[in-house]
């Protein structure tokens, strides 16, 4: 019989709703060397890890697996990530963000704060051009979105095509073309050896100082000093930056001080128990099943 661990901070949520879906044959355990199947945190599961020694599935409730992926872990077991269900969230954070910048948001309230009556013309999404770096299962929503403002969307990925909703794909050597003439460049990358600073110097130079710059895959993707000089120097119109190379964000940090840079401290996709928990019993019924599993990671692509 299959024995499932959950090592979250949320455990007794997960574990209430799993329990209300009766799943035959599951039963929950606290004993690390039984537990073939574990629901969790990547950081709490690498550090539980050498004490799990029937493990055969770890069900990931985050997209980012890093701690479990890095090389100097065991990859004796299938590791399935969260996939499919953040689509919806990071569209309402990205386009919230465009909207917030199109719409001259920020100077109203401050022409009110002041007392000024402003009526400087507010821009539009629609006929602007969208550039995606990386289009997964969250890129995919973000262009499905994209054009429901009637925006034109790129994407940059290593060789997929799949999602319909881009006009035009890019690879390999093809970057810069790719980010000509972007309204917004949004990363949406995963943290691998091939992302890492991908958005450099060159990259940002290659979009107009109109682009904005929306970061909400991961911090390795960005050269800061780059961005900071782009910014400070008006090549870039402003970032939008959700995680960073380094969480907590240091306090000495230039990000703090640099113009038009807003940052949301990693908070724009929260993983939601009730969302992963279907996930988890969709997965657990192909595993119980004999059947492949939804969202494998890759272990040495990291992702």
Request: no cysteine; hydrophobic share 40%; proline share 5%.
């Amino acid at each position: 019989m299959p024995k499932v661990l959950i090592l979250s901070r949320e455990a007794n949520e997960y574990e209430w709703l799993i329990r209300s879906a009766k799943l035959p044959t599951l039963e929950f355990t606290a004993d690390l060397a039984q537990s073939d199947i574990v629901l969790g945190e990547p950081k709490l599961i690498q550090e539980a890890l050498p004490r799990l020694t029937s493990l055969k599935w770890v069900q990931s409730v985050y997209a980012g697996v890093e701690p479990l992926v890095d090389p100097s872990q065991r990859r004796d077991y299938v590791l399935t990530n969260a996939r499919g269900v953040f689509g919806e969230l990071m569209s309402e954070y990205v386009f919230g963000y465009l909207l917030f910048h199109e719409k001259k948001i920020l100077a109203r309230i401050q022409a009110q704060q002041s007392m000024k009556w402003q009526r400087s013309e507010s821009g539009v999404l629609r006929g602007k051009t969208m550039g995606l770096l990386g289009v997964g299962s969250i890129g995919a929503h973000l262009a499905k979105t994209a054009k429901y403002f009637g925006m034109t969307v790129r994407g940059y990925t290593r060789k997929s095509e799949s999602s319909t909703q881009i006009d035009k794909y890019f690879h390999g050597n093809d970057l810069f073309h790719f980010a000509e003439g972007l309204d917004y460049l949004i990363s949406v990358l995963p943290r691998t050896e091939d992302t890492n600073k991908i958005v450099d110097t060159k990259l940002l130079g290659a979009l107009p100082p109109h682009a904005v710059f929306v970061n909400v895959g991961r911090g390795n993707a960005v050269d800061e000093p780059a961005l900071v000089k782009a910014l400070n120097e008006g090549k870039l119109a402003a970032a939008i930056l959700d995680v960073f190379e380094k969480e907590p964000l240091p306090e000495d940090h230039p990000f703090w001080t640099t113009p038009n840079l807003y940052m949301t401290f990693h908070t724009s996709a929260i993983s939601y128990p009730e969302d992963l928990t279907k996930l988890f019993i969709e997965n657990y019924k192909l595993y119980t099943a004999g059947k492949p599993l939804n969202y494998v990671v890759d272990f040495e692509r990291g992702y």
